[in-house]
């Protein structure tokens, strides 16, 4: 991965490129499909950045398999979510992970491409062995 694009609206984007990337794209990036663009770089101070939404829930689990703590988090069936980590669209701490066995721990950040992404909270054992998560979904 090379850099991060941050669309403002009707304001422009704003990227976060490698610094290898910095001259070529203000010299080589004049339009963007027909739409005439105009690039420069600017200071870390001058960036604006958006807060993300989100959604904070609560999860009992038996366990912490990242198929459990992700299909609950992000509100799909465990066989789902299963898939998707088999097909390799899942990210833990920005590694791909593919195996649904996989054990998550709190503060890890779980990604799933076009969904979002789910960080792992404090987790609690119950009195039943159980274990009660709480999750912050970025939406």
Known sequence: MVGYTSVLGERGAQMIVVPELVDFLSVSLLQVRSVPVKTKPIDWSELRVREPKKKEMTTVEASMRLDAVASAGFGMSR?????????????????????????????????????????????????????????????
């Open 79 to 139: 066989s789902n979510m299963a898939d998707m980590i088999t097909a390799g669209d899942v990210r833990v701490n920005w590694k791909a992970i593919s195996q649904s066995c996989h054990q998550v721990k709190s503060g890890d950040l779980v990604a799933i491409r076009g969904k979002g992404r789910l960080e792992i909270g404090d987790v609690i054992v119950t009195k039943k062995q159980r274990y009660r998560i709480g999750l912050t979904r970025f939406i």
